[in-house]
Antibody, heavy 123, light 107 residues
Framework: QVQLVESGGGVVQPGGSLRLSCAAS????????MHWVRQAPGKGLEWVAF????????YYADSVKGRFTISRDNSKNTLYLQMNSLRAEDTAVYYC????????????????WGQGTLVTVSS | DIQMTQSPSTLSASVGDRVTITCRAS??????LAWYQQKPGKAPKLLIY???SLESGVPSRFSGSGSGTEFTLTISSLQPDDFATYYC?????????FGGGTKVEIK
């Protein structure tokens, strides 16, 4: 069965950096796009970033563009999110999610999610 | 970006009630809409895609409808396991957006 396991969360000071990882299993990782989605404490869901199955295209929410970088290593079945210049408003649970590719539209939806990893930005 | 607006933000209902949640898009998204259920401390779970297609394994009491800018999620007979928060999500463009969520509480 599909499993997505995030790691790398923790407490970091404003302006600091953190790298999240998401280990995937149970499907052919190299055939699917992947996303990061976050949820601030007590708030709703916010899409963060997407990477195509081969890493050739990446898209970011305006709120993280220029500070966060999504990447993947298909040989390790692992997705990453490098987060730099962190701010208090980046405090959230970060989920990785598997993309369900849809023909005929620009975007896709998420058919599997990890359990999330908490990032807290605080001095 | 396409804005998604859900209503109500909170809904109080009893077991057995028929429940309807509305999601409106700031521009037409055809039928490119998904619905998710999230319970406290858990990841979201896909319920509906393409506005009205039921994900495999999801109970048939859940249904979705709509197209263009207005969509609904209906639970025909609310069960104890259905008390949760529900989110809509548009995938008309690469820049994916969610509604603000609807919390279904026990009346």
């Amino acid at each position: 069965q599909v499993q997505l396991v995030e790691s790398g969360g923790g407490v970091v000071q404003p302006g600091g950096s953190l790298r999240l990882s998401c280990a995937a299993s149970g499907f052919t990782f190299s055939s699917y796009g992947m996303h990061w989605v976050r949820q601030a404490p007590g708030k709703g869901l916010e899409w963060v970033a997407f990477i195509r199955y081969d890493g050739s295209n990446k898209y970011y929410a305006d709120s993280v563009k220029g500070r966060f970088t999504i990447s993947r290593d298909n040989s390790k079945n692992t997705l990453y999110l490098q987060m730099n210049s962190l701010r208090a408003e980046d405090t959230a649970v970060y989920y990785c999610a598997k993309d369900y590719p849809v023909a005929g539209t620009g975007g896709d939806y998420f058919d599997y999610w990890g359990q999330g990893t908490l990032v807290t930005v605080s001095s | 970006d396409i804005q998604m607006t859900q209503s109500p933000s909170t809904l109080s209902a009893s077991v057995g009630d028929r429940v309807t949640i509305t999601c409106r898009a700031s521009q037409s998204i055809s039928s490119w809409l998904a619905w998710y259920q999230q319970k406290p401390g858990k990841a979201p779970k896909l319920l509906i895609y393409k506005a009205s297609s039921l994900e495999s394994g999801v109970p048939s009491r859940f249904s979705g409808s709509g197209s263009g800018t207005e969509f609904t999620l209906t639970i025909s007979s609310l069960q104890p396991d259905d008390f949760a928060t529900y989110y809509c999500q548009q995938y008309n463009s690469y820049f994916l957006t969610f509604g603000g969520g609807t919390k279904v509480e026990i009346k």
